[in-house]
């Protein structure tokens, strides 16, 4: 038998379901974060600009103060903890080479040019100018930076400063120590530590609702069938997985489905002839037994030396022991033939048959025992039923089996009929007698092996007690159906039903 695959709707896919969901969970994440840059990009307009004049001299005497009471501190520490809540950028380079920021890492150009401007000031390029008073603030001149440096003249086309560097010098007793030099505030250094943070956020919650959308569904369903695989391993094979959703899991589950179900129409036909099979073995030992033990008495009893049989009583035994090995051979013939029947070891020769013909074997063959019985027997073909399809011995087969079953149940003065039929799209080919019938109670079972009812099955009877099975067995081969119609007050219709093709 084979299946048809289904093919999978694009948009039910699986595969297009994560693809178009990471796509939306980018471009969503994109989003957002756009919104939330404008916002702060909105915020930012109230950031203060340059520091003011002074503020990097005044830091660097602060800074000067606390390296001169400890050449050993930690620069770092003492710039982020002291100036951290100040609202202007800057760095600090000595001339150690140690460097402090107080917000992020000084850019490399403004680190490049401090360490020049240092290393001019301990040449004597850069000196401090005479003060008027102590404490007195500087004023700036020719030459003089805002911060009150003089600065030597700079090399034609290349200016001292540039990258716009302001910044006032550390000075430790007479020596120039370090600088303090003021960073440009921009947009991006101030939303840039917060940007990364709304960026990691949308990440993690993106992907945790990604996850949750895209894959929880999928995740469930797949527990249901693994616990529905591991049901099915165990023994139940009623377990079912889910079959929504369409997409290649619901695939998935479905051909899981039809297997569990094909294992279990199997492992109910393996019972279902295992029970089979116990019950021929039962039957047949008890066929075969009676037989046997009757030809056993039988031959016993003539080879007693003691007893004094007549030629009569000899001859009665003899017959009675040749009836019953006939009996035991019809017994093992239809066996080994129904056997050959149900396993499909018999291939059938399928061909257009007259039914004509074939009732004319059949009529002729049990004509002489419809006479000795005093039982009439006609045949009739409808128009349209002339021609029936398949194997002409074993329909054959069949019909005689119908026909000396219903002889041996239709008394004197009753009447055996074949008839063929078309009824709807079969072809019916049926045996009617105007026996006595058969109780409702075995009906269902006339076709079961060695089944016995008292009015037709006796250890008397000819037949082998597997006729009508043989006949089920060979209308089944060829893709019918038979059955049998008992109303009350007598009479029996055994009915082949074949589809016309």
């Known amino acids: 038998m084979t299946e048809a695959t289904t093919a999978t709707v694009w948009y039910r896919s699986l595969y297009w379901r994560i693809a178009l969901g990471f ?15 404008l916002w702060l990009l909105g915020r930012a307009e109230s950031v203060p600009g340059p520091p003011p004049r002074g503020f990097t001299r005044i830091v660097a005497a602060e800074i000067a103060a606390a390296v001169e009471a400890d050449p050993a501190i930690d620069l770092e520490r003492y710039v982020r903890e002291t ?29 490049d040019e401090a360490r020049a401007r240092l290393q001019r000031a301990r040449l004597g390029g850069l000196r401090r100018p005479d003060r008027p008073g102590r404490g007195a603030p500087p004023r700036a001149g020719a030459g003089e930076s805002p911060d009150g440096f003089a600065l030597p003249p700079a090399p034609r086309g290349r200016p001292l400063v540039r990258f716009g560097l302001t910044g006032g010098e550390i000075i430790v007793g007479d020596q120039v120590v370090g600088m303090v030099a003021a960073m440009p505030l921009t947009p991006l250094r101030q939303l840039g530590p917060t940007m990364a943070v709304v960026g990691a956020g949308l990440v993690a919650v993106g992907t945790t609702l990604a996850a949750l959308v895209i894959f929880g569904p999928v995740r469930r369903r797949l527990r249901d069938l693994e616990q ?19 997409d290649e899991v619901a695939g998935l589950a479905t051909a899981f489905n039809r297997m569990a179900a094909d294992l279990g129409s199997r492992a109910d036909q393996v019972q279902a002839a295992d029970r089979a099979r116990r019950l021929l073995l039962a039957d047949v030992s008890h066929e075969l037994r009676t037989p046997l033990t009757a030809m056993r008495g039988y031959l016993e009893t ?9 030629a009569e009583t000899r001859a009665r035994y003899v017959t009675i022991v040749s009836e019953e090995s006939q009996r035991l051979e019809r017994i093992v013939g239809d066996l080994l033939d129904l ?41 009739s073909i409808d128009p349209g039923a002339e021609i029936v399809s398949g194997d002409p011995l ?27 039929e078309i009824d709807g799209s079969d072809l019916v080919l049926s045996v009617l007698d105007t026996g006595p019938g058969i109780t409702a109670e075995h009906v ?13 099955r006796t250890h008397d009877a000819p037949g082998s007690g ?29 009915s082949i039903r074949l589809r016309i093709e």
């Open 23 to 37: 796509v939306a969970f980018l471009a969503g994440v994109l989003a957002v974060q756009g919104a939330v840059l």
């Open 339 to 379: 056997a050959k029947l149900e396993g499909g070891g018999d291939a059938l020769d399928v061909q257009d048959v007259p039914v004509e013909s074939l009732f004319g074997r059949v009529a002729a063959r049990h004509e002489r025992e419809a006479a000795i019985r005093a039982v009439s027997l006609e045949t």
């Open 394 to 420: 074993r329909l054959e087969q069949a019909l005689q089996n119908l026909a000396a079953n219903a002889l041996r149940h239709t008394p004197a003065g009753g009447q055996v009929r074949l008839k063929a």
């Open 302 to 310: 003539l080879s007693m030396p003691q007893l004094a049989l007549d």
């Open 466 to 494: 597997l006729g009508l099975s043989i006949v089920k067995a060979i209308v089944e081969r060829h893709g019918g159906r038979v059955t049998v119609s008992s109303p009350p007050g007598g009479g029996t219709t055994f």
């Open 83 to 111: 100036f951290e809540q100040q609202g202007y950028p800057f760095f600090v380079m000595m001339t150690d080479g140690r460097v402090a920021a107080s917000l992020g890492s000084p850019p490399r150009e403004l680190v």
């Open 444 to 456: 269902p079972h006339v076709f079961e092996r060695f089944y016995k009812t008292d009015p037709s």
């Open 228 to 246: 529905a695989t591991r049901r099915v391993g165990a023994g139940d094979l009623t377990a079912r997985a889910r079959e929504d959703g369409g």
